[in-house]
C-alpha cells in the first residue's frame, strides 16, 4: 500500500523530513555528468523515483539514504537511462569515499564541511579532546568559541548571552571566522589567542638570547598558524668592533641562522619573518641569506625608505649606516641593489618589501614618536615592538543576494567581528607584560575579507575588469567605515584604547576603542574551513594538480563545478579538459561569460593585480596582504618594476612569487603558462 513518506533515516541515525527536491538535484547532476541537458526528462525520473519509493516504503515505514539511493538507481536503469546509472554510481562511490577519508580522520562531520577543512582542523590541532579522548566536532568547537569570547562581555555589564549566540550564529553559517589560533584555544587552559607578535631584537648579547628565549617558549605548542617577525636592523654589522675586548660582531645574518635552526627544532610548522633595512650595511648578505644558508624557519623581508627609492629613481647611490654609531659607512648604486633583490625574489619567492614611510602613516602608525619596523609575518599587520595580532576575516561568498551585496548582514558581521576582536584582546593569556600593556596600549585589531573572487563570480564580475575595482572599493570603504564606526560605539561603552592621548586621534577627538581596525588577510587556513577563495585573491586556477606527500591528483574549485552543473555545461570529460589547461580562457565548450567570469591569477596582468591591491589599501587601516603570483617566464626586470610601481601606488608591502621558484611548491597548473603581454 502506498502513502506519503514522511521521514528518512540519515546515515548518522537521525529522522529527518523526506525531501524530494533532493532526488531531483541528484538525479540531475547525473544526467548533467553524462553531457545530458534535458531538465524536463530528469524532472520525469525524479517523480518516479519518488512514487517508487513512497509505494515501497508508504506512511509507516521509514527508508534510510542509502535504500532511496539503490531505488535511484534501480529506476534509472528501468527506464533505459543506464548511462545516468553509473553516473549516479560513480557520484554514490566519490560521496562514501569521502566520508570514509572523514571517518579516517576520527572527526564527526556535523556540519557537512570539505574533507580539506575536516584535516586541517584535526591536523592543525584545531579541535580540541573531549574527556572521552574524542575530538570535538566542528558546530562545539565553535560553541567552545563563542561561550569563551562572550564572557568577556560581564566585564562590561553587558548582555553576554545575546553577544554568545550572535557570534555562533555567524560562526556556523561560516559569514565570519576568527583566526585558527582563536579557533584552537578560546575556552582551553591556554587562551593565547594571537595570530603573530613581534619581538624586538637589541644589539646586545644578553638582549639576543633573552628575545630568542621568549620566541623558542612563545612557538611551543604553538604548532601551526602562528608566527613572529622579528627587525635585525639594529644589530651592529658583521666585522664591527665589540666594546674594547678586541672582539668584532657577528652580524644579524648570522643570528638570524641561529635563530632560524633554534625555532625549527620547536616548532617546524611555525612560520616566522626578518627584516632588515636596506640601509643596513650587511644588507647584501641579509638578501642572499635563503640562497646561503638553511633558512627554512624564516622567511626574509627588506625594508625600503623613502631615500632608497628616490635614489632608485634618481640612478643614484644610497647610504649604508651603522646601526651602532648612526655613521655611514659606505655607499651602494641603488639600482643594483634593486636588481639582486629582484633576481633573489624571482629565484626563491623572497624577499618581500615593507615600505617604512609608507607604513608609518596613519592609520597604520597612528602614534607620534613611535616607529614601526615589522609587520606581520604574511606582510599585512603593521606590528609596533611587542605587539601582537588578533584576526577574523568575513566570508564575503555569504554576503550576497540576487547578485547583490547584501550591505545589511555585512553590517552585522562587521559589528560581530569588532566585537569578536576586541573581547579577544581581553580574553587572551599573553606570555609576558610587555605584550599585555602593549595590547592594552593600543587594541589594534585585523577584520579582514576572505571569498572576494568568489564574491565577483556570483556577481559575474571578471577580477581583471574595472567593474571588479569599483566592487572591491565599494566593499572595503564600507568594511572600514563600519568597523570604525562599532568601535566608536564600544569606546563609549567600555572606553578607549590607553594611548588614546598619544594619537592623533585624541587632537580629533575621535574615540575609538581600537587604533586600528581593518586589515586584508591572507586568511589562508580560515579560507579553507569556509570552503571560499583566499583573501581578495583571484583563484589560482580553476582546476588544478594537486602534490602532496602520499599522492598527486587533480582537483576543480567546487565553485566552478556548480555553476557548470547549474548551467548544464557539466561533464566528467570537460573537467578532465579544463584539469590540463588550468584555465578556462581558451575553453570553447564553455559559455563565454563563465570563460570571463572564471579568472585566475595568471589569467590577470600585474597591473591588474596591483591595482586591486591598492584599492584596497586606500580604506585599509592596516596593510593588504596580496601575492602577486608570477608566470614561470616572469623576468627579472619585470620584478623590478613591481616594486617601483608598488611604492609608487602607495602600498605599505608587496610580495611577490615566481611559478616554480619554491620545490615545495604544493600546487602547479598542468599547462604551461603562455608569456605575458
Not at 615592538?385 to 548582514?409: M, P, V
Not at 608598488?646 to 611548491?665: C, F, K, P, T, W
Amino acid at each position: 500500500m502506498s502513502g506519503i513518506l514522511k521521514k528518512v533515516k540519515k546515515r548518522d541515525g537521525r529522522l529527518v523530513d523526506f525531501d524530494p527536491t533532493k532526488v531531483n538535484v541528484v538525479i540531475w547532476k547525473a544526467v548533467q555528468a553524462v553531457g545530458g541537458n534535458d531538465q524536463e526528462t530528469s524532472n520525469k525520473l525524479a517523480q518516479a523515483v519518488v512514487k517508487r519509493v513512497e509505494e515501497v516504503y508508504g506512511e509507516t515505514k521509514i527508508p534510510s539514504v542509502e535504500d532511496i539511493q539503490d531505488l535511484i538507481e534501480k529506476v534509472l536503469i528501468e527506464e533505459g537511462h543506464s548511462t545516468t546509472a553509473k553516473a549516479f554510481i560513480l557520484y554514490r562511490k566519490k560521496r562514501q569515499e569521502i566520508r570514509e577519508a572523514k571517518l579516517a580522520l576520527g572527526v564527526n562531520d556535523d556540519m557537512k564541511l570539505s574533507f580539506e577543512a575536516l584535516r586541517l582542523l584535526a591536523v592543525a590541532n584545531i579541535l580540541q579532546k573531549k574527556n572521552d579522548g574524542s575530538l570535538e566536532t566542528p558546530r562545539e568547537m565553535f560553541i567552545r568559541v563563542a561561550k569563551a569570547v562572550s564572557k568577556i562581555d560581564r566585564k562590561y555589564d553587558e548582555d553576554s548571552d545575546k553577544f554568545e549566540n550572535e557570534l555562533l550564529e555567524t560562526m556556523l553559517n561560516l559569514d565570519l571566522l576568527p583566526s585558527i589560533k582563536i579557533l584552537q584555544a578560546a575556552g582551553t587552559n591556554n587562551q593565547q589567542l594571537s595570530d603573530a607578535i613581534s619581538l624586538p631584537v637589541e644589539d646586545d648579547i644578553v638582549g639576543l638570547f633573552d628575545t630568542l628565549k621568549r620566541a623558542a617558549f612563545l612557538h611551543k605548542n604553538r604548532q601551526r598558524g602562528f608566527g613572529l617577525s622579528f627587525s635585525f636592523s639594529d644589530i651592529r654589522s658583521k666585522g664591527r668592533k665589540v666594546g674594547t675586548t678586541g672582539a668584532v660582531a657577528a652580524g644579524p645574518v648570522t643570528y638570524l641562522q641561529l635563530y632560524n635552526d633554534a625555532l625549527s627544532q620547536i616548532n617546524p610548522y611555525g612560520t616566522n619573518m626578518a627584516f632588515l633595512s636596506v640601509h643596513h650595511p650587511d644588507i647584501i648578505d641579509f638578501i642572499t641569506a635563503k640562497e646561503n644558508s638553511q633558512l627554512t624557519n624564516f622567511g626574509t623581508t627588506v625594508v625600503f625608505s623613502k631615500k632608497f627609492m628616490k635614489a632608485v629613481q634618481d640612478d643614484t647611490a644610497f647610504e649604508l649606516i651603522d646601526p651602532h654609531t648612526q655613521k655611514k659607512v659606505a655607499s651602494l648604486r641603488a639600482k643594483s641593489v634593486l636588481d639582486i633583490i629582484a633576481t633573489i625574489a624571482w629565484r626563491t619567492g623572497d624577499p618581500a618589501i615593507l615600505f617604512e614611510e609608507n607604513m608609518n602613516k596613519p592609520p597604520a602608525n597612528p602614534f607620534e614618536g613611535h616607529r614601526i619596523k615589522v609587520t606581520s609575518p604574511t606582510g599585512e599587520q603593521p606590528m609596533l615592538e611587542y605587539e601582537a595580532c588578533f584576526s577574523a576575516s568575513i566570508n564575503l561568498a555569504k554576503h550576497i543576494k540576487d547578485k547583490q551585496i547584501d550591505f545589511d548582514k555585512l553590517k552585522k558581521s562587521i559589528n560581530t567581528g569588532v566585537h569578536l576582536l576586541d573581547n579577544s584582546i581581553d580574553l587572551c593569556n599573553y606570555p609576558s607584560s610587555y605584550v599585555k600593556n602593549t595590547m592594552e596600549g593600543t587594541r589594534r585589531i585585523a577584520l579582514g575579507v576572505m571569498g572576494f573572487a568568489d564574491l565577483l563570480i556570483r556577481m559575474e564580475i571578471p577580477y581583471n575588469s574595472d567593474k571588479a575595482i569599483k566592487t572591491g572599493e565599494e566593499i572595503i570603504k564600507f568594511l572600514s567605515d563600519q568597523a570604525r564606526e562599532a568601535s566608536k560605539e564600544l569606546a563609549a561603552k567600555r572606553g578607549t584604547f590607553k594611548w588614546f592621548d598619544k594619537s592623533i586621534y585624541a587632537k580629533k577627538n575621535l574615540k575609538y576603542r581600537n587604533c586600528a581596525c581593518t586589515t586584508i588577510l591572507h586568511s589562508g587556513y580560515s579560507s579553507v574551513i569556509a570552503g571560499c577563495s583566499q583573501g581578495i585573491e583571484p583563484y589560482y586556477a580553476i582546476s588544478y594538480l594537486k602534490k602532496t606527500q602520499m599522492s598527486e591528483h587533480v582537483e576543480v574549485i567546487p565553485i566552478f563545478e556548480e555553476i557548470a552543473n547549474k548551467e548544464g555545461f557539466y561533464s566528467q570529460e570537460l573537467m578532465k579538459k579544463v584539469a590540463l589547461a588550468g584555465s578556462v580562457a581558451d575553453i570553447k565548450e564553455i559559455p563565454k561569460l563563465w570563460r570571463e567570469v572564471f579568472v585566475t591569477t595568471h589569467d590577470c596582468q600585474l597591473n591588474d593585480h596591483l591595482a586591486m591591491q591598492k584599492t584596497f589599501q586606500k580604506y585599509t587601516d592596516n596593510g593588504v596582504s596580496k601575492t602577486l603570483n608570477l608566470p614561470t617566464t616572469a623576468t627579472i626586470s619585470e620584478i623590478e618594476e613591481i616594486f617601483i610601481n608598488a611604492y609608487d601606488l602607495g602600498l605599505r608591502s608587496v610580495h611577490i612569487y615566481r611559478e616554480g621558484s619554491n620545490v615545495q611548491q604544493l600546487i602547479y597548473s598542468k599547462e604551461k603558462r603562455k608569456k605575458r603581454r
